[in-house]
């Protein structure tokens, strides 16, 4: 038999006291909110695991071959960790070979939902002991940020699944466009595509909200990774993406034989939000603040100063 490849580098230095404080405080603070019945209230905040229904379970990766549990959350390099994940857990390979390097795997494969293993495939009970034994862990981004991102890549690149399940609605509801075109590439040609005032404009209202309408990409993070119920061991934010990718595969053991790929821009949060919002109105602002506010408080995230014309 051949040996064994080794999985993890033997490090000269140790993880940085630094690394280790950060991930201590986002932990806490996750911890603090969710075990403070005053400081924060949300919906289905004070649910047990057992509570959740299966359906809302379904954004968890498990890589059973090193006991890893992944909470994806769209918009949040989520394409690059898929694909560590695919990687690590062999589950998708080629003439019988599994993939070594995250970036030979295609975009259509890594989000093909049957070449990756869900937890809310198995039982609640064999969720839970696999909840208990492996380690987990999540990415999390600035919640105006990851909306800006969402409507750039959904509705501005255009994607048909999008602008038929979201963008005409918007179109017709919000842009004065009581008959847009049925085919994306026609719509963006012709210059029709919903604004982003549109997007938050349906993000915001309270039909939207009532019905649920809120697809992955723009959903609350709280609301796609239950942080109250499941014991993150590591919280990653995309602001600090490449410090805390080396930090959490040297604490999975797997470093030597996969690296995040790169993939992700990242430009100064305060000034992304500024410029894509200068336009939105203040009440809507004010209604994004409550729809995301669990969010911004669970991660430890600031609304950006100066962001509403008039103060409250």
């Given at each position: 038999m051949g040996r064994k490849r080794c999985e993890w580098k033997i490090h000269a230095d140790p993880i940085s006291p630094e690394l280790k404080q950060r991930q201590y405080a986002r932990k806490?603070?996750?911890?603090?909110?969710?075990?403070?019945?005053?400081?924060?209230?949300?919906?289905?905040?004070?649910?047990?695991?057992?509570?959740?229904?299966?359906?809302?379970?379904?954004?968890?990766?498990?890589?059973?071959?090193?006991?890893i549990i992944y909470c994806y959350v769209p918009k949040v390099g989520c394409t690059q960790w898929k694909r560590v994940m695919i990687v690590l857990s062999?589950?998708?390979?080629?003439?019988?070979?599994?993939?070594?390097?995250?970036?030979?795997?295609?975009?259509?494969?890594?989000?093909?939902?049957t070449n990756v293993v869900f937890l809310n495939r198995?039982?609640?009970?064999?969720m839970k002991e696999k909840l208990e034994k492996y380690t987990k862990f999540i990415f999390v981004r600035h919640p105006y940020v990851r909306l800006i991102s969402a409507y750039r890549d959904k509705f501005v690149r255009g994607e048909q699944y999008f602008y038929t399940s979201y963008g005409v609605h918007m179109l017709k509801k919000y842009g004065n466009?009581?008959?847009?075109?049925?085919?994306?590439?026609?719509?963006?040609?012709?210059?029709?595509?919903?604004?982003?005032?549109?997007?938050?404009?349906y993000v915001t209202d309270p039909e939207t909200l009532k019905h649920g309408l809120f697809d992955e990409h723009w959903r609350q993070m709280y609301r796609l990774c239950?942080?109250?119920?499941?014991?993150?061991?590591?919280?990653?934010?995309?602001?600090?993406?490449?410090?805390?990718a080396e930090h959490l595969l040297r604490i999975l053991h797997v470093d030597n034989i996969v690296k995040l790929p790169p993939g992700y821009t990242n430009r100064?949060?305060?000034?992304?939000?500024?410029?894509?919002?200068?336009?939105?109105?203040d009440e809507w602002k004010r209604k994004l603040?409550?729809?995301?506010?669990?969010?911004?408080?669970?991660?430890?995230?600031?609304?950006?100063?100066?962001?509403?014309?008039?103060k409250v």
């Open positions: 806490k603070l996750v911890g603090d909110f969710c075990n403070n019945s005053d400081a924060l209230s949300f919906l289905g905040k004070n649910r047990t695991f057992y509570d959740i229904p299966k359906h809302e379970l379904e954004n968890l990766i498990v890589d059973d071959r090193h006991g062999e589950s998708l390979k080629v003439n019988g070979v599994p993939y070594k390097n995250p970036l030979d795997i295609s975009h259509r494969d890594t989000h093909a939902r198995f039982s609640k009970q064999v466009n009581s008959r847009p075109p049925a085919n994306v590439k026609v719509a963006h040609d012709a210059g029709i595509l919903p604004s982003f005032s549109n997007f938050i404009q239950h942080p109250c119920q499941i014991n993150y061991d590591f919280i990653g934010k995309m602001e600090t993406m490449e410090e805390d100064t949060t305060e000034s992304w939000v500024r410029e894509w919002y200068a336009n939105i109105p603040s409550k729809i995301y506010e669990s969010d911004f408080k669970l991660f430890g995230y600031s609304e950006p100063q100066n962001l509403l014309r008039e």
